[in-house]
């Protein structure tokens, strides 16, 4: 069992950045992609970000790609994601999630943590 935990959320305007961490507990770490999503109200989750479980490769979606930068820390257990530019749109719970392989779909992923809000007033 990859118990996820996130962190850094908050209240923002316009423009401004945050960065999101999620940490793990777990040995295995390493051996896991990583990815994030996001809920809105009312909507779907959708993905946001994935990267390997080296960190070798990233993916983005089309709405945050050039504003948002997935990172991941194997030493630490922790995966970040660093949002600049950040607009109304964004708004969402933002969710990180662990796999064997990584992907774009909901159910690529094996383990999730509970989430941690993002509100971007304009």
């Known amino acids: 069992q990859v118990q996820l935990v996130e962190s850094g959320g908050g209240l923002v305007q316009a423009g401004d950045s945050l960065r999101l961490s999620c940490t793990t507990s777990t040995r295995t770490f390493s051996n896991y992609a990583m990815g994030w999503f996001r809920q809105a109200p009312g909507k779907e989750r959708e993905f946001v970000a994935t990267?390997?479980?080296?960190?070798?490769?990233?993916y983005y979606a089309e709405s945050v790609k050039g504003r948002f930068a997935i990172s991941k820390n194997n030493a630490k257990n922790t995966v970040y994601l660093q949002m600049n530019s950040l607009k109304p749109e964004d708004t969402a719970v933002y969710y990180c999630a662990a796999a064997r392989f990584g992907g774009r779909r909901t159910s690529d992923y094996d383990y999730w943590g509970r989430g941690t809000q993002v509100t971007v007033s304009s």
């Open positions: 990267i390997t479980w080296s960190g070798g490769s990233t």
